[in-house]
C-alpha cells in the first residue's frame, strides 16, 4: 500500500523511528512521498534515497555518534570558548561532521541533489530565524535565487537538524545579498503533516505520521517556576503550539504516538543497547498502532 510519511523531530529520539519504519515496511507499507523535521528530515531523506530499516539499523548501530560534536579546537578554557561558540558562532557544534555523514551515505544510493530524488517526493523543514519564517526544502529555494535542482539534500538535512545554540546556524543568502540564518525546522514546525494535506484537508493517498510524543489529548503543561523553566516553555510553545493547533482528531487516528521521555535530544553518548531498545519501542509502538489502523481508505482524486 502507498502511502505519504511524515517523520517529527526529536533530536537522538529519532532512533525510534528506524523501529516504526521496520514495522511499516513489514505490513506493506511503502513510502510515495516522506517529510520531516530536524530527526525526521534525516530519516525522510534516507528513506527517499532507498534505504530500508534493517539497513539504517545496521549503519545507527555501528555509528559512533560522538563524531558529531565537532567542536572548534582552542586553547582557551573549556567554559570560557563554550561561552564564545554560542556568542559569536551561535552554537557549540559546527556540524559539518554530521552533513559529510548524511552526504556518504546518500552518495551509497546515488543521491546528492534534489534532481537525484523524484520531484515533490522529499519535502524538508526547516526555520530562517532573519526572516521570521518557516521554510520548506527545496520548495522555497527560488526565493533565495537557488535552484532546487541544484541543493544538496544533506545541506537540507544539515540545515533542519540545526538544533539552536548547539549546532552553528546555516546562513543562506537570496539575490539581493542578504544573508539568513538557518535553524532547526523543528523550532517553527516540529511534525509538518500539514505539507501533505490539500487545502480541504484531504489527501491523495493516506498520510501516516510518525511523532515523538504523547498523543495531543495527554501533553502536560509546562512548568514555570524560574527564568530557565520559562526559557524551556517558550521553546517547547514555539515547536508544539503551531502543529497542536492544525492536528484534528481525525489527523490523530493517522498519527503513530511514540513518546520517548527518558532520552535527551542531544544524548550523543549512547551505548548499543539503548539504540536498540529506542528502535525496539518504536517497532512496537508502531505495530500495535498499524494493527489496528483502518488501511481500506482510497486514496482521494
Excluded at 510519511?5 to 529520539?13: E, L, R, W
Excluded at 534505504?51 to 539499523?57: A, F, I, K, N
Excluded at 497542536?244 to 527518558?262: C, G, L, T
Amino acid at each position: 500500500m502507498l502511502v505519504d510519511g511524515v517523520f517529527s523531530g526529536g533530536g537522538i529520539k529519532g532512533i525510534s523511528l528506524i523501529g516504526a519504519l521496520q514495522a511499516a515496511q513489514e505490513r506493506g507499507l511503502r513510502f510515495q512521498r516522506v517529510a520531516g523535521a530536524s530527526a525526521g528530515a534525516l530519516v525522510a531523506a534516507l528513506v527517499s534515497a532507498g534505504y530500508t530499516s534493517q539497513e539504517l539499523t545496521d549503519i545507527i548501530c555501528h555509528t559512533d555518534l560522538k563524531q558529531f560534536l565537532d567542536e572548534k579546537k582552542s586553547r582557551l578554557p573549556l567554559p570560557f570558548m563554550n561561552w564564545l561558540k554560542v556568542y559569536w558562532k551561535l552554537g557549540l557544534f559546527k556540524g559539518d561532521a554530521l552533513e559529510r555523514w548524511v552526504k556518504k551515505l546518500l552518495l551509497a544510493k546515488g543521491i546528492e541533489t534534489f534532481a537525484d530524488l523524484p520531484e515533490g517526493s522529499l519535502k524538508i523543514v526547516a526555520s530562517d530565524i532573519t526572516r521570521g519564517r518557516l521554510i520548506v526544502l527545496p520548495d522555497d529555494l527560488p526565493d533565495y535565487g537557488i535552484l532546487p535542482e541544484k541543493f544538496s539534500v544533506a545541506r537540507a538535512v544539515r540545515m533542519s537538524c540545526s538544533i539552536p545554540y548547539f549546532f552553528y546556524p546555516i546562513p543562506l543568502y537570496n539575490r539581493t545579498g542578504q544573508k539568513s540564518y538557518i535553524v532547526d525546522g523543528g523550532v517553527l514546525s516540529n511534525f509538518p503533516i500539514w505539507l501533505f494535506q490539500r487545502k480541504d484537508r484531504t489527501s491523495i493517498r493516506p498520510v501516516l505520521g510518525f511523532q515523538l510524543n504523547s498523543s495531543y489529548e495527554s501533553l502536560q503543561a509546562h512548568k514555570v517556576k524560574n527564568a530557565f523553566g520559562l526559557f524551556k516553555a517558550l521553546f517547547l510553545t514555539m515547536m508544539e503550539a503551531h502543529d497542536n493547533r492544525h492536528i484534528s482528531k481525525q489527523d490523530a487516528r493517522d498519527i503513530v504516538f511514540i513518546p520517548v521521555s527518558e532520552i535527551s535530544v542531544i544524548d550523543f553518548q549512547l551505548p548499543e543497547s539503548v539504540k536498540q531498545e529506542l528502535i525496539q519501542f518504536g517497532y512496537k509502538q508502531t505495530d500495535d498502532f498499524l494493527s489496528k489502523w483502518i488501511v481500506g481508505r482510497k486514496p482521494r482524486k
